[in-house]
Nanobody, 119 residues
Framework: QVQLVESGGGLVQPGGSLKLSCAAS????????IGWFRQTPGKGTEAVSC???????IYSNSVKGRFTISRDNDKNTVYLQMTMLKPADTAVYFC?????????????RGQGTQVTVSS
């Protein structure tokens, strides 16, 4: 059974850090580009970061310099290290076998994990 499961979300104060994990089962993660996305009721779905099968990475302007995406092929897991968090980063974060919102159609995706940045 193909599955992506996110973990690591929670409540953190502004300026704090969190590390999200995206664990895959039923398929080999490094055969796909893997993207992190976030959803909020007001802003919809935003592509945050992506790591290609070759390991190259891209970031949205809103998180560049603060977030780092990485993959551990041995653990079949992709991570998103988030630092200097802001209240505007509050969202449900999910991973998918896609790098753009358009490409989410037909991609594998997880259920998401809530990140709340608040004092």
């Amino acid at each position: 059974q193909v599955q992506l499961v996110e973990s690591g979300g929670g409540l953190v104060q502004p300026g704090g850090s969190l590390k999200l994990s995206c664990a895959a089962s039923g398929f080999t993660l490094n055969a796909y580009p893997i993207g992190w996305f976030r959803q909020t009721p007001g802003k919809g779905t935003e592509a945050v970061s992506c790591v290609s099968t070759s390991g190259s990475t891209i970031y949205s302007n809103s998180v560049k310099g603060r977030f780092t995406i990485s993959r551990d092929n041995d653990k079949n897991t992709v991570y998103l290290q988030m630092t200097m968090l802001k209240p505007a980063d509050t969202a449900v974060y999910f991973c998918a076998t896609a790098c753009t919102v358009v490409a989410l159609e037909g991609a594998y995706r997880g259920q998401g994990t809530q990140v709340t940045v608040s004092s």
